[in-house]
């Protein structure tokens, strides 16, 4: 028998009870001794819980324990979770652990500490919930040279623009629906400012290029800004709106990302719809492989946690279970040497010589003009504005050209300057 504590009974971690609970005899089978839970820690009582009897609040009752040999950690945060994480691992205990925010910050120290030790740290569960994807970029995919990922990896902000594409529900509307449903935090602002999406494609990025990629310095915008009107002239385009994280590893370094971004109909990742998440990667062997699921929730976030402790179970003391981030990137590339396409909108006090004035900054662009919801009045009621997709160039060569345009006279706002994705 193999006994195991979890660190925190929150949504994560009273799910990976559950699951341990629930489907005890087939993961008995895969992982070829049975697993129990014999401790959770939290400074909270649980009266009416199921496993109310295996609730302490004393660290000692788990750290103490020789025969604790798997530490879960479930609290979230770089606080006690850092502080619990690294006196498991210096006792000889394997963690699994959730909490991406730990790993984005710490994970190669972390790695490393676990390795000297002789154990296991693995984060299945802190990048697309119950997707399968730290595992194939670290095993499956280790005979390829990965260069390329770009993912939805946040399924509040998915379900926010889904319920705005779908039901024209604007922005915070949308949010409040998604709060009520518990898909959103009374504090949103991690997910609708992209800072969950951005901690993800850094550990993502690190595991698949084997180099620590710090989340601190990726280029992060959210999707807070993203009105009807968007959204309007998205379905113009036969596009979507979602909030797309994206990472390249480059001869400069690893160039980095997370924005909105139009994404058109035929591409991969368009019908990633609701709290789904989606990940494309691409490798120099394979190609381009997907991967799609529940980016949230519960029980599929647990059920990735009971995977890795499975996982270390079945390999324990074989050091197959070890993954690498390798050492910190020398550099990200800067923002301003991206290259892309736009669509922007313009709020114009003379059409004319607005349109006038971009032809002559852009050259021949694509203008868009909104399409209404029904009842909507035309475009939501859109006026005054010149809407186009600039031509691929640098993230220095448009903030210029917009900030000529700005500077022209003829018009008074940029209501929106958005990527677009190509197929």
């Given at each position: 028998m193999v006994e195991i504590a979890i660190l925190g009974y929150g949504v994560v971690g009273s799910g990976v009870a559950e699951v341990i609970r629930r489907n005890h005899d087939s993961i008995k089978r895969r992982a070829g001794k049975e697993i129990r839970v014999k401790k959770i820690l939290d400074i909270r009582d649980f009266p009416d819980s199921p496993d109310r009897e295996l609730i302490t609040k004393d660290p000692d009752e788990v750290f103490s324990d020789p025969s604790i040999s798997v530490v879960v950690e479930t609290i979230g945060g770089t606080g006690a979770a850092r502080e619990f994480t690294q006196r498991a691992l210096e006792a000889g205990k394997h963690v699994v652990t959730s909490n991406k925010e730990l790993v984005a910050a710490y994970g190669p120290q972390l790695l490393n500490l676990a390795r000297e030790k002789g154990v296991y740290y693995l984060f299945e569960a802190s990048v697309g919930g119950g997707i399968p994807i730290i595992r194939p970029l670290a095993r499956c995919l280790a005979a390829n040279e990965l260069y390329e990922i770009t993912g939805v990896l946040n399924g509040t902000t998915n379900y926010i623009l889904t319920k705005m594409e779908k039901e024209n529900m604007d922005f915070e509307e949308?949010?409040?629906?998604?709060?009520?449903?518990?898909?959103?935090?009374?504090?949103?602002a991690a997910d609708v400012e992209g800072h969950d999406a951005c901690r993800k494609i850094a550990i993502l990025s690190s595991v698949a290029y084997n180099e620590f990629v710090d989340y601190r310095e990726i280029y992060t915008e959210g999707i807070s800004n993203i009105s009807a009107a968007d959204i309007s002239y998205a379905r113009a385009m036969e596009s979507s709106i979602k909030l797309v994280a994206f990472s390249r590893k480059t001869p400069k370094g690893v160039l980095a990302r997370v924005t909105p971004a139009l994404v058109p109909k035929g591409?991969?990742?368009?019908?990633?719809?609701?709290?789904?998440?989606?990940?494309?990667?691409?490798?120099?062997?394979?190609?381009?492989?997907?991967?799609?699921?529940q980016g949230a929730g519960k029980l599929p976030t647990a059920s990735a946690v009971v995977a890795d402790v499975?996982?270390?179970?079945?390999?324990?003391?074989?050091?197959?279970?070890?993954?690498?981030?390798?050492?910190?990137?020398?550099?990200?590339?800067?923002?301003?040497?991206?290259?892309?396409?736009?669509?922007?909108?313009?709020?114009?006090?003379?059409?004319?010589?607005?349109?006038?004035?971009?032809?002559?900054?852009?050259?021949?662009?694509?203008?868009?003009?909104?399409?209404?919801?029904?009842?909507?009045?035309?475009?939501?009621?859109v006026q005054n504005e010149f809407a186009f997709v600039t031509?691929?160039?640098?993230?220095?060569?448009?903030?210029?050209?917009?900030?000529?345009?700005?500077?022209a006279g003829s018009v008074f706002e940029a209501a929106a300057k958005i990527r677009v994705l190509d197929k």
């Open positions: 949308a949010l409040k629906e998604a709060q009520r449903n518990g898909y959103a935090e009374a504090n949103p591409h991969p990742l368009y019908n990633v719809e609701g709290v789904f998440n989606g990940i494309m990667v691409k490798g120099n062997a394979v190609g381009e492989t997907m991967f799609f699921g499975i996982d270390v179970v079945k390999h324990d003391g074989s050091g197959i279970g070890f993954l690498t981030m390798g050492e910190k990137a020398g550099r990200l590339v800067d923002i301003n040497e991206d290259t892309g396409r736009y669509f922007v909108r313009l709020k114009s006090k003379d059409l004319s010589k607005t349109r006038e004035l971009v032809l002559k900054l852009y050259g021949d662009v694509k203008q868009v003009e909104p399409t209404g919801a029904p009842g909507a009045g035309g475009g939501y009621g031509p691929v160039a640098q993230e220095l060569e448009h903030m210029q050209k917009l900030s000529d345009i700005l500077q």
